[in-house]
């Protein structure tokens, strides 16, 4: 359904053309009125306007700038101009304005409708055109290199990704990598010859080393990479050859050395071994960024090997605690699965080689109760009755503390949380659900549209619609139609007003338009249903 605005001086004129021609049957959902070239920009500037028919001769801005100012940000109305003057240079301006058509006043309505409906056909062409698998394709390619960072991203954040979906994104993503592919990591750090950079130019200076590297690295190996989320320039190398790994060291040394020469700059470079892609790239990134973190001091250019080992001799570090997304923004945003998804992962549940200190364990239990009450926020329950008698058991005997019971007890408080959410959103859509039926009920008499509706109730009318659809099963344009309907029969067998009377008290301006509603629900004329 489409929108439209009809603008004119002659309020006559805007008022006889949205109120006598029955513009839903054509594909109008909303007709806006405007009587100035001033409202109508305010009316554009606030709605997405598809079609605009405007007169040409107006006080203050006529229609030709009005056409110019609305596509500054409506860029696809369809524009109709209607004129009382039958002279070549406003056609010709006309054209000019990309206009869909020029007709003279008075206006044969026939003629307009024609208009329109091709308007809207012309509209439903361009889209399906911009939504083709060509223009797909066009974009898709446009906006690889920030996809591709964006998946390398997710997959170093251990953003889970179902095998049967990897290689579908890798193929999409023309990536040169396959499940079970061996490949190195490099984790580079530009150092502090850089730091005089302000932010702009730093993005270029990294899109500058991720160039050279690609230079240095062409001939034998193939490279994806990313700019971390930490700052990290990451890159994932692999060959056809599996000979040319042993040789991956000293192109990475060129790599800094070329850096060095051209930038002006120094690089610190952690290298991993050889590893299967893509199993465990987040803990070989947070390996990668702590051995540079051991190793490096200012000013200085390091070629590390990633000390795995020592990691290890660390213990295991809670490496996805800290790690975006956060658990407070999971839990804020309604992400219940992917909460629980983290948790586990924290945990490290079914890998007992990876589990988790009983320090560990305490501080991820401290850190899930702070994150669950800062969610529940009930101001009839304190925070201990929240999180119920199992915490306060896990906290006081620190003995009985294991991964399973944690995660057995978080479990229990995001399905709370969920439970919580759903009847929240539920009780508060029948309330917006509610004061829709009351507003209509209350100015049926007036010229009610989605927009009046949202406007009172204070949401978007798209998400409006939906929430009331999910509700009750039925649209608003359903139920005020309906409300009329059964408010005109009513009005007719148990009143003496007079037909145009009932259409008044039912929003329709123009009696023909409720007497063909009518006929066309109850399939006789409200007299004659008044008659039977």
């Known amino acids: 359904m489409y929108d439209l605005l ?7 004129v805007v008022d006889s ?6 513009w839903e049957d054509y594909g109008i959902q909303t007709v806006h009125r405007a009587y100035s070239a001033k409202k109508a920009l305010e009316i554009a500037s606030k709605h997405a306007i598809d079609i605009l028919i405007t007169d040409i001769r107006m006080p203050e801005m006529d229609g030709l700038e009005l056409i110019e100012q609305i596509r500054h940000f409506a860029r696809k109305i369809i524009c109709i101009i209607l004129s ?5 240079e406003y056609a010709q301006k006309a054209i000019q304005y990309q206009a869909m058509n020029y007709l003279l006043k008075p206006v044969d309505i026939s003629a307009l409708i024609d208009t329109v409906v091709s308007a809207i056909r012309y509209i439903e062409s361009e889209w399906k055109e911009i939504s083709s698998f060509q223009r797909i394709q066009h974009t898709l390619h446009a906006n690889m290199p920030l996809l591709r960072n964006q998946f390398l991203n997710d997959l170093l954040q251990n953003r889970r990704v179902h095998n049967h979906f990897l290689e579908e994104r890798l193929t999409m993503l023309e990536l040169p990598f396959k499940p079970n592919d061996s490949f190195m990591m490099m984790v580079v750090r530009l150092e502090e010859d850089f730091s005089g950079y302000d932010l702009r130019s730093l993005s270029l200076l990294e899109y500058a080393v991720t160039n050279i590297a690609e230079e240095v690295f062409q001939n034998l190996f193939s490279l994806w990479h990313c700019i971390s989320e930490q700052g990290y320039l990451v890159f994932l190398i692999n060959s056809n050859d599996p000979k040319a790994f042993e040789l991956v060291d000293s192109y990475a040394v060129r790599l800094q050395n070329h850096v060095q020469k051209f930038l002006k700059g120094a690089l610190s470079i952690c290298l991993s071994q050889i590893r299967t892609f893509p199993n465990n790239l987040s803990e070989l990134y947070q390996a990668s960024v702590s051995s540079i973190n051991r190793n490096v001091g200012e000013n200085k250019s390091y070629f590390i ?3 795995e080992k020592a990691a290890d001799a660390e213990g295991h570090p809670l490496i996805n605690l800290y790690e975006p997304p956060l658990l407070p923004s999971l839990l804020e945003s309604g992400n219940w699965d992917e909460a629980l998804d983290k948790i586990n992962r924290i945990l490290s549940i079914g890998d007992p080689t990876k589990e ?20 529940f926020r009930s101001p009839k329950e304190t925070v201990e009755e929240l999180l119920g008698e199992e915490f306060d058991l896990l906290l ?4 009985h503390l294991s991964s399973q019971r944690i995660f057995l007890w978080a479990e229990k408080m995001i399905n709370m949380l969920r439970a919580k959410a759903t009847h929240h959103l539920e009780d508060a859509h029948q309330q917006i659900a509610s004061k829709v039926r009351s507003y ?14 949202a406007d009172h109730v204070c949401l978007h009318p798209v998400y409006l619609s939906k929430v009331y659809k999910t509700v009750s099963g039925e649209t608003i344009g359903d139920y005020l139609y309906r409300l009329r309907m059964e408010r005109a029969a009513y009005l007719l067998l148990n009143t003496d007003l007079k037909i145009a009377e009932v259409s ?19 399939g006789t004329t409200p007299h004659e249903y008044r008659s039977r």
């Open 440 to 453: 209509i009920q209350a100015h049926l008499a007036e010229g009610i549209s989605l927009q009046t509706v």
């Open 356 to 375: 988790p200190s009983r320090d560990q364990q305490f501080t991820v239990l401290l850190y899930l109760s702070s994150s669950f009450a800062i969610s």
């Open 6 to 12: 009809i603008v004119d001086d002659e309020k006559s």
């Open 17 to 22: 053309l949205a109120l006598t021609i029955p």
């Open 396 to 399: 006081r005997r620190k003995s």
């Open 305 to 307: 090997i990633v000390d």
């Open 504 to 522: 008044s008290q039912l929003g329709f301006l123009a009696p023909p338009h409720f007497i063909k509603i009518f006929k066309k629900n109850y």
């Open 84 to 88: 009382g003057h039958d002279e070549f």
